[in-house]
């Protein structure tokens, strides 16, 4: 198994560019979600997902959208890239019964940066 | 914000001294969850806690869940350069999805 898998591993954008992270995972976990690392702030929520076709907001979820047409997909979409959205971000899964009760398994993280 | 903090911040220890990281939130916890993060890695799993006043034992590592279960901390007994990186707690406050704490860092002096 690939575990949690995240495109690109490092992304430099203009502000007011658009562009998609993905994130896929192969454990058929229902549980995905995503977060945003900055130094000093841990781990902030942005948007998570219980399933396919269900996702809801988390902490942070302004200037992104999410979808989740099928189990192993969840991607992050920027619309309008801005200088405060450079950030590292990880998408995570687990399992679902509980879904976020269970181990959170990482992807590598993408390292966006917004100039 | 966040509701579930977590301190110290950072942590310089010497190699073989020991190392404590306390988790607190103001409501309940349905359970507890700690990670570990290396420079430049991802957060990897370490343990969950569920039980109020639940101890739990990884070889040198000491997880324990308070029995307000509103706190819990982890504690690392004579540490290694290995043990180097970032520690969070997570948890739910509440009916909410899983909180992170801001995590400890962890310096090692060999």
């Known amino acids: 198994n690939a575990g949690v898998t995240q495109t690109p591993k490092f992304q430099v954008l203009k502000t007011g560019q658009s562009m998609t992270l993905q994130c896929a995972q192969d454990m058929n976990h229902e549980y995905m979600s995503w977060y945003r690392q900055d130094p000093g702030m841990g781990l902030r929520l942005i948007h998570y997902?219980?399933?396919?076709?269900?996702?809801d907001q988390g902490e942070v979820p302004n200037g992104y959208n999410v979808s989740r047409s099928t189990t192993e997909d969840f991607p992050l979409r920027l619309l309008s890239a801005a200088p405060s959205q450079t950030s590292v971000y990880f998408c995570?899964?687990?399992?679902?019964?509980?879904?976020?009760?269970?181990?959170?398994?990482f992807g590598p993280g993408t390292r966006l940066t917004v100039l | 914000g966040q509701q579930v903090m977590q301190i110290p911040q950072y942590q310089h220890v010497q190699e073989g001294e020991d190392f404590t990281t306390y988790c607190n939130s103001s409501t309940t916890l349905s359970n507890i969850q700690w990670y570990k993060q290396r420079p430049g890695g991802h957060p990897v799993f370490l343990i969950q806690?569920?039980?109020?006043?639940e101890v739990k034992k990884q070889k040198r590592l000491t997880f324990q869940f308070g029995e307000a279960k509103k706190n819990s901390s982890l504690h690392i007994t004579a540490t290694q350069t290995t043990d180097v990186g970032t520690y969070f707690c997570?948890?739910?406050?509440?009916?909410?999805?899983?909180?992170f704490g801001k995590g400890t860092r962890l310096s090692v002096i060999a």
């Open positions: 997570a948890g739910h406050p509440g009916n909410t999805p899983l909180v």
């Open positions: 995570a899964s687990s399992y679902s019964l509980g879904g976020a009760y269970n181990e959170q398994f």
């Open positions: 997902s219980v399933g396919a076709g269900i996702t």
């Open positions: 806690l569920v039980k109020s006043g």
